[in-house]
Every structure is written in C-alpha cells, then in structure tokens.
C-alpha cells in the first residue's frame, strides 16, 4: 500500500498568512494527488485534484503542486473561512490513501 | 444539484451486521463509479472500497481492514449504493460516508454521512 505522509500534522497561522502543507507519498503517484478541505461536523470538500487543478468553485487562494511523491497545498492568504482540516489523497493506486490530516487553526 | 443521502446508520453488537443505503439523485447514477469512505471519531478519513459501473465490469476493490466482510453493491434502477456489513468489530465505528469518484479518482460528491458504532 502507498502511505501518504502529511506535515506539519498542525498549524497556527493569522489571517492573511501564507500556509504551505506537504503530502509525501511511499512512491511515486505521479500526480494522482487530490487534497480536501474538512470542517467540524461536514463532509469533506474537494479542493485539488491531480496535483494542481482546482476544483470548480475553490478560491483562487488555494493551489497545488508536485507531482511523483512529493506535493504541496498552498493557501496564499489565510481567510477566517480556511481553518479548517485538509487531506491529502492518493488515487493512483488500490487501496485509495489518505494522510493523517494538517490541522489548521487561529494563532 | 448532486445529492447522496445515507441511511442505516445504527448501534449494533460486535459480530452483528449492518447495511447502509445512500440515495442518489441529481446526477446520472448508473454512470458513476461510487466508493464509501469513513472517519472513526476524531481521527481521519479512510477509504473503505469502491465499485464500478455496470458497463466497465461492476467490479468492487475493497480495503484490507474490511476485506472478506464488507460487501459495495449498487442498484442502478433504484439509484442506490449499498454497503452491507458483517462480523462487524468495535474499530468499524464511524462515519460512513457515500461519494461519487471522477477522473483522476477524485471524491467530488459527498453525503452527509451515517454513523455506525460497534458496541457491546
């Protein structure tokens, strides 16, 4: 199974900041990387898919970027609306794998 | 707009069996590959198994914690996905959540989630 290493696994940032989150892969997924967004009590929300694209309807704050075992989640400036968890996906491979969650709160 | 909406959710015994339905509606069901993925309380997502569309195989994959006592079904003229439980044990607690799966494997679509707790 490919693991997927997420850091930091927390964060404390001020609105405004700029936020860098890193998944690694065991090996390479080339970019079958997607990244979500989750808040207390919901349902995830896609926000990246295939390493860089972003999903219909996401801030253009937010972006990826990588590909083979090493990516990025970058918000460039931190909105009230972003803490929040985010996850990073493989789906190059069965089983599909997640990390372990960035938690992302209000410094 | 896409909706999925599970239900089953429930307190059962360890051993006992469970299944869970989720309602599709708003988007083209018999065309869309359709996994189950679960959050045990407080801790992160986990993939539990997918299946595919009738045309490309109905095929299911599912994963090693639940392999040989989880079974995805679909019924497409109901638009409704199925995930039946059996042997269930106290780590099967969570929330199951039923989602759509696109292009590069992506979850674009999830439901609202039902809980399952495993408890004696």
């Known amino acids: 199974d490919i693991q997927m290493t997420q850091s930091p696994s927390s964060l404390s940032a001020s609105v405004g900041d700029r936020v860098t989150i890193t998944c690694r892969a065991s090996q390479s997924i080339t970019s079958y990387l997607n990244w979500y967004q989750q808040k207390p009590g919901k349902a995830p929300k896609l926000l990246i898919y295939?390493?860089?694209s972003l999903q219909s309807g996401v801030p253009s704050r937010f972006s990826g970027s990588g590909s083979g075992t090493d990516f990025t989640l970058t918000i460039s400036s931190l909105q009230p609306e972003d803490f929040a968890t985010y996850y990073c996906?493989?789906?190059?491979?069965?089983?599909?794998?997640f990390g372990q969650g960035t938690r992302l709160e209000i410094k | 707009e896409v909706q999925l909406v599970e239900s089953g959710g429930d307190l059962v015994k360890p051993g006992g069996s469970l299944r869970l339905s989720c309602a599709a509606s708003?988007?083209?069901?018999?065309?869309?590959?359709m996994t189950w993925v679960r959050q045990a309380p407080g801790k992160g997502l986990e993939w539990v198994g997918r299946?595919?569309?009738?045309?490309?195989?109905?095929?299911?994959d599912y994963a090693a914690p639940v392999k040989g006592r989880f079974t995805i079904s679909r019924d497409d003229s109901k638009n409704t996905l199925y995930l039946q439980m059996n042997s269930l044990k106290t780590e099967d607690t969570a929330v199951y959540y039923c989602?759509?799966?696109?292009?590069?494997?992506?979850?674009?679509?999830w439901g609202q989630g039902t809980l399952v707790t495993v408890s004696s």
């Open positions: 295939a390493a860089s």
């Open positions: 299946i595919k569309t009738n045309p490309d195989g109905g095929t299911t």
């Open positions: 708003q988007f083209t069901f018999s065309n869309a590959w």
């Open positions: 996906q493989n789906s190059y491979s069965i089983p599909i794998t």
């Open positions: 989602t759509t799966v696109v292009g590069f494997g992506e979850v674009d679509y």
